[in-house]
């Protein structure tokens, strides 16, 4: 089953998520805030996915999606956010998809199988470019 890394502030909201992940047999690599490098984090565990807060402690997710696409291109980024317009800011953001706080777990599991649905398809589409 493909890794999950979710970058929320709230530990709380973290939980939940991991938990309701989990529930759905999806391994789960959590992150609160700024306590870690995500980019160190994703090249240790190898996410085939990031939900990442828009709202972290140091940085924005507006700022740190940038960061992760120009590490890793093809790798979905999700913004989890309050922002009243992500759903037509997302995409000039650098995110592929977004999930609206609050948010109930039939979103949350509708918007991961179609961005993991969709990073396998390009996975395939590079390997057969290759």
Known sequence: ME???VQENDAVTLDVIGTALQMEGFPVCG??????????????????????DCRLS??????????????FPRL???ALSCDNHIDVRY???GFDD???KPFDLDQ????????????KQKKKHTELSL
Do not use: F
């Not at 870690?36 to 996915?49: A, G, S, T, V």
């Not at 949350?108 to 649905?117: A, E, F, P, W």
């Open 31 to 52: 992150l609160t805030g700024q306590s870690e490098n995500i980019l160190d984090m994703i090249r240790r565990h190898h996410p085939k996915l990031v939900l990442l």
């Open 108 to 119: 949350l599991y509708q918007v991961v199988r179609k961005q993991l649905s969709g990073y």
């Open 3 to 5: 890794t999950i890394m």
């Open 98 to 100: 977004y999930l609206k």
């Open 91 to 93: 995409q000039e953001l």
């Open 58 to 71: 140091n940085y924005s997710g507006k700022q740190i999606c940038p960061w992760i696409k120009a590490h």
């Open 76 to 78: 979905p980024v999700i």
